[in-house]
């Protein structure tokens, strides 16, 4: 009893304290993708709420591993988190034997951020204005068709990846740290298709720099309106997205995980950000710290099957 009181009491004063000085929201990938751009656009209501500057680190490389393993080895105190993409459940299928943390143990969660549709998207010029098309010039064609994606492991990958079995063609995965790399290499067409995220691509798609051909999700986005849903493309097996969520390292006190949880909640709330960033096809949602940790764990357990099941080569 007098150690469960003791710990109340640290955590208590944890949270009096907190926070003390600026707050780092570390993003796994470069600047100029979808999970940098939601961070910075999070970052200064945040701020304001917590009375402490909130500054943006990109650490980006080896599929978002290296800002987590950053972020689980950060002092425990709630002032460095890791805003985690989808690939933070999927990482310890790929890095088997390279993870340096644990995904589990490691990291506390705090809350969901929001969710994304995946765009499949081809370079302006590509001779294929929807998915159908798209794969019989790669069947047509074999050997020379390559796609992008945010790196092995990434939502993207894994939907293309699934995309391939399905329709029972072949593509070469070009793998990138982050969605700015990734739609470089689209718009000088030394890829032909792009699988991430949509976010980023919605002001490409309408400056018409990159085509669309395709959406994830059960409807169409309100950003992409125009734009089909691979169910209305046939696929309707490819219905899922891409997923942010926020983290700390593991020991932070619970009560500074409930301050985060708590004032992250009012952000994610906020209607300004809700209409800016549903114009750039993000879905702000937030939740318990319990919530979160169900679904990087269900996400694990959900994308190792199909690895498995299907046989996917996606060990880097």
Request: no cysteine; hydrophobic share 45%; glycine share 10%.
């Amino acid at each position: 009893m007098a150690a469960v009181s003791a710990l109340t009491l640290a955590s208590g004063l944890a949270a009096q304290t907190f926070p003390s000085k600026t707050i780092r929201l570390v993003v796994p990938f470069a600047p100029g993708g979808v999970v940098d751009a939601t961070a910075r656009q999070i970052g200064p209501k945040l701020s304001e709420l917590l009375g402490q500057p909130v500054v943006i680190e990109n650490r980006s490389g080896a599929g978002g591993t290296l800002a987590a393993d950053y972020v689980a080895k950060a002092p425990p105190d709630g002032h460095t988190l890791l805003v985690a993409f989808d690939s933070h459940a999927v990482n310890p299928h790929i890095y088997k034997t390279e993870l340096r943390y644990d995904t589990f143990k490691d990291l506390a969660p705090i809350t969901f951020i929001g969710s994304i549709p995946l765009l499949l998207a081809t370079h302006a010029g590509y001779p294929a204005n929807d998915i159908a098309a798209f794969i019989n010039l790669a069947k047509s064609k074999p050997g020379t068709v390559s796609y992008a994606s945010v790196g092995a492991g990434s939502s993207g990958h894994l939907a293309a990846e699934q995309l391939k079995l399905l329709a029972n063609f072949d593509m070469l995965h070009v793998p990138f740290k982050g969605g700015a790399p990734a739609l470089t290499a689209l718009m000088g067409e030394q890829v032909q298709l792009i699988v991430f995220a949509a976010g980023a691509g919605v002001p490409l798609v309408q400056a018409g720099k990159i085509k669309p051909l395709a959406i994830s999700g059960k409807r169409r986005s309100s950003a992409l309106p125009g734009v089909p849903t691979m169910a209305e493309a046939g696929y309707p097996q490819l219905d899922s997205g891409a997923w942010m969520g926020l983290l700390a390292a593991a020991g932070t006190p619970p009560a500074v995980i409930a301050r985060l949880n708590a004032e992250m909640t009012k952000v994610l709330k906020d209607p300004e950000l809700i209409k800016k960033l549903a114009d750039q096809a993000v879905e702000l949602s937030a939740s318990t710290p319990e919530e979160l940790g169900v679904l990087v764990r269900n996400e694990h357990d959900k994308w190792g099957k199909v690895i498995r099941d299907a046989k996917l080569n996606v060990s880097q």
